[in-house]
């Protein structure tokens, strides 16, 4: 663990949407034997959550037995079904408050997610909805790191100006695909272990950890860092 001295000058911050800012896994898991049966692939009960959430992408979809073709009719279910139930899913503690804190500074912020808009809109209701700049919404399952380079073309911003935040080794390599660095949050999908082989810059304990990151109380870059690692 390393304490820099001070944090990069970022300018823009994107933010990975479920699992990241919404707590949508209890969702997800509660509707997926019904989608699981009806799209004939396989899905691991309680016992084998823990295990799920160590694999990434490639080895989810592998253990699933979901064939590529058939990744993109799963997420549009997912997604028509989620838009009848934007209510079941709240905001993780503290992300209300921290996306308040960063949109009142410099920075610029931006979502990147495979949902859709509309389900991010609702979720976040309008006030949180206003402190985005930039949406880029409905992302192939196994698309990020192209959809994040199109979002980074758009922005305008240098690699070097930019975090990216997320909760599964795919945002990870999307990020460092770019050449931008990567602050993993520790609730979502994959585990604090599974990240740890990748090693991400930052590893984020709770919202206020990204907030104390990005701005002390005077809007100036955070000297201080406990999260950060090499």
């Not at 019904?34 to 295990?51: I, K, L, Q, V, W």
């Not at 984020?204 to 104390?212: K, L, M």
Request: glycine share 6%; hydrophobic share 40%; proline share 7%.
């Amino acid at each position: 663990m390393k304490i820099p001295n001070a944090s990069p000058p970022y300018k823009l911050v994107v933010f990975d949407f479920d699992g990241t800012l919404a707590d949508s896994l209890g969702w997800l898991v509660s509707v997926m034997p019904e989608t699981a049966a009806r799209f004939r692939f396989s899905h691991a009960g309680p016992e084998n959550h823990d295990y799920l959430r160590s694999l990434d992408a490639a080895e989810l979809l592998q253990y699933l037995k979901i064939p590529a073709w058939k990744i993109p009719i799963v997420a549009l279910h997912l997604r028509k079904r989620m838009a009848c139930e934007t209510d079941k899913i709240p905001l993780y503690p503290g992300v209300s408050e921290m996306l308040q804190d960063l949109a009142s500074g410099r920075l610029t912020l931006a979502l990147l997610s495979s949902n859709s808009r509309n389900n991010v809109l609702r979720i976040l209701g309008p006030r949180l909805s206003a402190c985005f700049d930039f949406y880029h919404c409905e992302v192939p399952y196994l698309g990020k790191t192209h959809q994040f380079g199109k979002l980074l073309k758009k922005s305008g911003f240098h690699p070097s100006e930019i975090l990216y935040i997320g909760d599964e080794t795919r945002d990870l390599e999307a990020a460092r695909s770019h050449g931008v660095n990567f602050g993993a949050v520790t609730w979502g999908f994959n585990t604090p272990n599974a990240f740890e082989r990748h090693q991400p810059e930052y590893l984020f304990e709770e919202a206020a950890d990204i907030t104390r990151l990005l701005s002390d109380p005077a809007g100036n870059p955070a000297h201080r860092l406990p999260i950060h690692r090499n």
